[in-house]
Nanobody
Framework: QVQLVDSGGGLVQAGGSLRLSCAASGRTFNNIAMAWFRQAPGKEREFVTAISWSGATYYADSVKGRFTISRDNAKDTVYLQMYSLKPEDTAVYLC?????????WGQGTQVTVSS
């Protein structure tokens, strides 16, 4: 069974940091671009950041300079390091391929930033 498991979320004060992980199992994603998305209550799911198979990165304007995406192909894991968190970053964060595929959506990991 192919799975992407998101973890690392939590409750943090504004200005704090968190590191999210997205671990793949069932197949390798090393040769595929991966991305993080987020969905806040009552809002559409939105793109946050992506990383190509070779390591090129892309960021939404809202997180540029504060978030860093990386990948460890040996571990089949993608990371999202988040700094200077803001209350508006509160959401469920999910990883997927680029483009995203429905079967790969996991439960996500909740990030809550208090003011």
């Amino acid at each position: 069974q192919v799975q992407l498991v998101d973890s690392g979320g939590g409750l943090v004060q504004a200005g704090g940091s968190l590191r999210l992980s997205c671990a793949a199992s069932g197949r390798t994603f090393n040769n595929i671009a991966m991305a993080w998305f987020r969905q806040a209550p009552g809002k559409e799911r939105e793109f946050v950041t992506a990383i190509s198979w070779s390591g090129a990165t892309y960021y939404a304007d809202s997180v540029k300079g504060r978030f860093t995406i990386s990948r460890d192909n040996a571990k089949d894991t993608v990371y999202l390091q988040m700094y200077s968190l803001k209350p508006e970053d509160t959401a469920v964060y999910l990883c997927n391929t680029v483009p995203p595929r429905i079967p790969y959506w996991g439960q996500g990991t909740q990030v809550t930033v208090s003011s």
